[in-house]
């Protein structure tokens, strides 16, 4: 299944809504948003966020239609935050599931020289968030056979261990930010700069960083997915995390939905009917408050 999610604007959602019912599509409301609509195999979700989520087969095709759209885009006026360095060299580190009841914690770095960032922005790579996973999984090989890589992936079973003996998200998370670097650094030891989204206090993932990475100007910040490296460690986690997604569906049975709402809710309690409850920890991250409604 196709995906698409961004951030909309209040006036934009409610034209969407009235453009959505008057081109047939099925309006609803659900739990946690302003609305639903579906319409062949097509849903729209918006919530009460102002997050837009797009799933369904032709995902590609609204986006065109309704997002892309140059006329659209002049309606969503959203403000982009600028960032500009002169680094001749950068990693950029993001991560994606964390947010995912369902499926692995996977946080990738990629790594830009100067003279590859025209190249890379050319090839309309931003945050993951902004792109469907039909497009990510085509433009994944491009950055990989570019640019130095590594991608750590956290599989639930192990993603519980290791939250139980941090005890926290962000320092888990920082943990992951911090082997992607090394990672990268033990193949390319000149690059002295790194960017990340900020999710925490900037010392986590500075006090995770071993050797290698303690010398690297780390720099944190919101909005880090405007920034060329850090869009791309974006798609590479994100395409990493819809393969195990799907690996896991397979070997299971079930076509398990992004997210932490009621469909994953509900799919891992079909999970527990059929596998056992001591099992939920191979296919879920069990500190969401989802394993209190199923167990």
């Known amino acids: 299944m196709d995906f698409f999610s961004t951030k909309i604007t209040n006036d934009f959602q409610k034209t969407l809504k009235l453009k959505l019912a008057d081109d047939g599509y099925d309006m609803s409301v659900v739990q946690n948003a302003l609305w639903k609509a579906a319409k062949n195999g097509i849903n729209v979700t918006c919530y009460a966020s102002l997050k837009l ?20 885009q002049a309606k ?3 403000p982009q935050e600028e960032f500009s360095h002169n680094f001749s ?4 580190t993001d991560e994606s599931g964390k947010g995912d009841y369902i499926g692995p914690l996977v946080a990738a770095g990629v790594m830009i020289k100067k003279e590859q960032a025209e190249f890379m922005t050319s090839l309309n790579i931003k945050d993951s968030k902004k792109l469907t996973d039909k497009f990510i999984i085509e433009i994944s090989p491009k950055i990989k056979q570019n640019c130095a890589f590594s991608v750590v992936t956290i599989n639930p079973e192990k993603y519980n261990q290791l939250y139980a003996k941090f005890g926290n998200l962000n320092k888990l ?12 650094l033990e193949k390319e030891p ?16 500075k006090n995770a960083l071993q050797k290698k990475g303690k010398k690297i100007n780390l720099i944190q910040r919101t909005k880090a997915e405007s920034d060329i490296a850090v869009a791309c460690a974006s798609v590479l986690a994100r395409e990493e995390f819809v ?23 509900q799919q891992a309690a079909d999970f527990v009917q059929k596998f056992g409850k ?7 991250k069990m500190h969401f408050k989802n394993t209190q409604k199923i167990i």
Do not use: M
């Open 190 to 205: 000149a690059c002295e700069n790194a960017i990340s989204d900020k999710f925490g206090d900037e010392s986590l993932i």
């Open 278 to 284: 001591d099992k939920l920890n191979l296919i879920a």
């Open 53 to 72: 989520l797009v799933q369904g087969k032709n995902c590609n095709g609204f986006v065109a239609e309704y997002i892309d759209a140059p006329t659209v």
């Open 89 to 92: 060299c950068w990693i950029g």
């Open 76 to 78: 969503l006026n959203l």
């Open 173 to 184: 998370l920082a943990w992951a930010h911090a082997r992607v670097i090394e990672n990268i």
């Open 243 to 265: 393969k195990r997604t799907k690996t896991l569906s397979q070997i299971y049975g079930i076509d398990f939905a992004k997210g932490g709402g009621d469909v994953p809710t």
